[in-house]
């Protein structure tokens, strides 16, 4: 999804759909709050991210076609779409515990 041309097909689909433009965070090794806001937009945005996948399969660059294709296989199995109901809601829960751990206005005691 990182690639210009697949970016702006994944944003254009949103726009059609009328939906509010979400993006997939850069990964980093010592937070983790973008992985669980990556988990969550993949979530929610499932349908419009394979209908992408689908649709840049007929692009001529052919690393695209080729990713598109294993990523939709992917996608599809009952393993993924069965971790990715779990690990969601997973980290949500955990992200919100983290957030109010990190809170300015918490007191330990």
């Known amino acids: 999804m990182t690639r210009?041309?697949?970016h702006e097909v994944l944003v254009r689909r949103q726009v059609e759909l009328g939906l509010v433009v979400k993006e997939l965070w850069r990964l980093n090794d010592t937070r983790w709050t973008c992985r669980c806001r990556n988990m969550a937009m993949l979530h929610e945005r499932y349908v419009v991210i394979l209908a992408v996948l689908e649709?840049?399969?007929?692009?001529?660059?052919?690393?695209?076609?080729?990713?598109s294709r294993e990523l939709i296989h992917e996608l599809r199995s009952y393993q993924f779409v069965t971790n990715l109901m779990i690990f969601n809601k997973i980290l949500s829960l955990l992200h919100g515990v983290n957030e109010?751990?990190?809170?300015?206005?918490?007191n330990i005691l």
């Open 55 to 67: 649709e840049v399969q007929q692009l001529n660059d052919v690393a695209i076609r080729s990713q």
């Open 4 to 6: 210009q041309k697949v």
């Open 100 to 106: 109010a751990l990190q809170s300015s206005t918490i």
